[in-house]
């Protein structure tokens, strides 16, 4: 799943564990899924899986970070080599970056778009009903598509850019 982000993209940990709550990763039988988030991502920090955190100087936790290289470019190997397989999870770029995951694409469940990504429209139903996170970061939209109020499965939408 860490392979959705970009090489030194700085990530903020509450997006990250929101879309962990929204793919089902997290469990706990009182429903305290951001309290589990929260443990899990101090143990991923704590065993150097993710770097350079940046603190909230008020609250004294952490709010962004870096995944270590060596872990993007492990799990960036993994999904390379699994691209012939089913692509759940997606992170575009840019229009350059479509190519053989699009063709592999069928039911995402995220899908993280910036501004040079294609536009959301340009995804079948098919590829997209079972969306489950959805970013449309940066893209500049003037308004939001219909085709997102037919998505059952969303359960984490992050707007920004909005124009």
Known sequence: ????FQEDEVIEKDRLIQLWMAQGFLQHPDDELEKVGEEYFYDLLNN???QDPVIDRKLGN???FKMHDVVHDLARALSINDVSQQVRHLSLLGYE???SSLEAGNNFRTLLLSNNSPKLENFSNNMIKY???LSLGGIRIE???DS???LKHLRYLHIRGIT
């Open 97 to 99: 970056q479509c190519g």
């Open 1 to 4: 799943y860490c392979a959705i």
């Open 143 to 145: 308004e939001l598509p």
């Open 62 to 64: 952490v709010v962004r």
């Open 148 to 150: 997102i109020g037919e």
């Open 48 to 50: 150097s899986l993710f």
């Open 131 to 133: 969306l489950r996170a």
